[in-house]
């Protein structure tokens, strides 16, 4: 599973962010929350645009749509705040979510119409348009095109500065 740490430094008599001032904690904690909400704009508009097959392109919009950055005080022991970038806010509607970011391949299933009595479909192999009442679908193979992490990757530099300009103005002022 790919995972995104920000790591700054801290000054040598300095060892946690939960003993600076009440103000540059808030501060920090902004920073993180802006540059998350920075890395889900930039998944959406760079990541989420295609072209195919390379890049994910925008069929209904849902996915790109669900992909949100938060910020979160606490996450564990030890942890002033954590910063998330996520697809699929929506729930059930958005399980695909995750196969696209890291690839994979779908099992073999029947596709039924569900508010139609057949489906209607275009053969390609056959150049012609089909109807049928069910479908065997053989399952398909699908490569990873992340999203999430590229993002992040953009974003990092531009987050870990916030964060340090937080932090090295809290102790030139104190």
């Known amino acids: 599973m790919n995972s995104f740490q ?17 103000l540059i904690q808030a501060n920090v904690f902004k920073a993180l929350q802006q540059g998350m909400t920075l890395a889900a704009s930039i998944s959406q508009t760079k990541y989420l645009t295609g072209p195919r097959p390379s890049k994910l392109g925008v069929v209904t919009g849902m996915l790109r749509a669900s992909v949100k ?25 958005m399980k695909y979510a995750a196969i696209h970011e890291y690839g994979g391949t779908t099992p073999p299933h029947t596709i039924i119409p569900r508010t139609k009595t057949v ?8 150049n012609m348009w089909r109807y049928a009442k069910r479908i065997y679908h053989p399952g398909s193979v699908i ?7 590229p993002a992040m990757m953009d974003v990092q530099p531009i987050i870990e500065n916030m964060i340090q300009t937080a932090i090295d103005r809290a102790f030139k002022d104190s």
């Open 69 to 93: 950055g938060g910020a979160y005080l606490g996450g564990g022991p030890g942890v002033f705040a954590m910063g998330v970038l996520k697809a699929g806010w929506f729930g059930a509607s």
């Open 6 to 22: 920000i790591k700054f430094r801290l000054p040598p008599n300095a060892d946690a962010i939960s003993k600076l001032p009440a």
């Open 119 to 126: 489906l209607k479909f275009f053969w390609k192999k056959a």
């Open 143 to 149: 490569p990873a095109r992340p999203y999430l992490l």
